[in-house]
């Protein structure tokens, strides 16, 4: 068995930033939050970690659609920390909101262009379409593989063949066989992804080759060797606005979901304690914010059903 100290994380997504000049049906609902308020709640929580966690992990969409001034707004608050301390991969909404008629190549190097910092080996020989995934070691027994599962003008989402190439490849890879795996990825595998915020979203969000990944996963830790067996398999992402620990969809893994840092329901962020072996907790909590519960009730009946 391992007995390294654990890894402490603290997971966000789904800021959604949406920029001084937009204004949104569902900001009256009191759903969005506003670009002055997502700077203050990130530049608190950064400052509120600092120090106690490892890293920070953000799970995508980091805007609303991929503007710069949003792209700026965030990185204001996170340039005040070393690039170091953050892995980054993208959101649907950073790369492939669908009510933007832009290319999702062009969006992606816009990302790459504003989050270069936060992105290992970037720039490199690789284009947009191939730059992901990428790994980093975060410690010497912890090893992160970031993925993007974005397409093109969709809420969906998708690996694809080669990314679930690569990914088998890291899993197997002899370099890693004694490290806690964990995977970084927008769209949630095993969640129900048409809920967003208690809204029932009546279009799918869903990764489309979510089987295919599960039984990458399984295949792997049935076929492990013993010796690796004492290391953990942690998959986080968002997309859903929900947050949620799955250890049951598959055996020997462990799924996280990040709440929506941009919507003013529930809580911000999720702060998680991992164990080499694949023990996790949550540290750092926040209590839900209360004051949104009554709107959360009733505003599936006034809040029309919109692209997330």
């Not at 991969?89 to 190097?109: C, F, K, L, Q, Y």
């Not at 993925?147 to 063949?161: I, S, V, Y």
């Not at 795996?181 to 967003?196: N, P």
Request: net charge positive.
């Amino acid at each position: 068995m391992t007995h390294g100290k654990p890894l402490k994380l603290l997971v966000i997504s789904d800021i959604h930033c949406v920029g001084a000049s937009r204004f949104a049906f569902s900001r009256l609902a009191g759903d969005v939050k506003s670009t002055q308020e997502v700077q203050e709640d990130l530049a608190a929580a950064l400052a509120g970690f600092r120090g106690t966690a490892d890293f920070v992990l953000f799970a995508g969409d980091f805007t609303d659609n991929g503007k710069p001034h949003q792209y700026d707004a965030v990185l204001e608050v996170m340039r005040n920390y070393g690039p170091e301390w953050f892995c980054a991969i993208p959101g649907n909404h950073d790369t492939a909101n669908v009510n933007n008629m832009e290319s999702w190549n062009g969006r992606m190097r816009r990302f790459k262009q504003f989050m270069a910092p936060y992105l290992p080996g970037y720039p490199g020989p690789r284009g947009a379409r191939e730059y992901f995934p990428y790994i980093r070691r975060l410690r010497h027994d912890f090893t992160l593989i970031g993925l993007d599962t974005t397409l093109a003008r969709t809420a969906r989402g998708r690996l694809g063949p080669r990314q679930l190439d690569l990914l088998r490849a890291f899993l197997d890879a002899p370099e890693f066989s004694r490290t806690h795996k964990i995977i970084l990825m927008h769209h949630d595998a095993v969640g129900q992804a048409k809920l967003f915020n208690g809204f029932e979203i009546h279009y799918g969000n869903v990764l489309l080759d979510a089987d295919e990944f599960l039984e990458l996963l399984r295949a792997h830790l049935r076929n492990r060797p013993e010796g690796q067996a004492a290391y953990g398999l942690t998959v986080i992402s968002g997309h859903t606005h929900l947050q949620r620990v799955d250890t049951e969809s598959v055996p020997g893994a462990t799924f996280v979901t990040a709440p929506a840092f941009g919507s003013r329901f529930e809580e911000d962020y999720v702060a998680l304690e991992l164990q080499p072996g694949g023990a996790l907790s949550l540290f750092g909590g926040q209590p839900p914010r209360g004051k949104s519960r009554l709107m959360r009730k009733y505003a599936k009946y006034i809040v029309p059903k919109i692209h997330t």
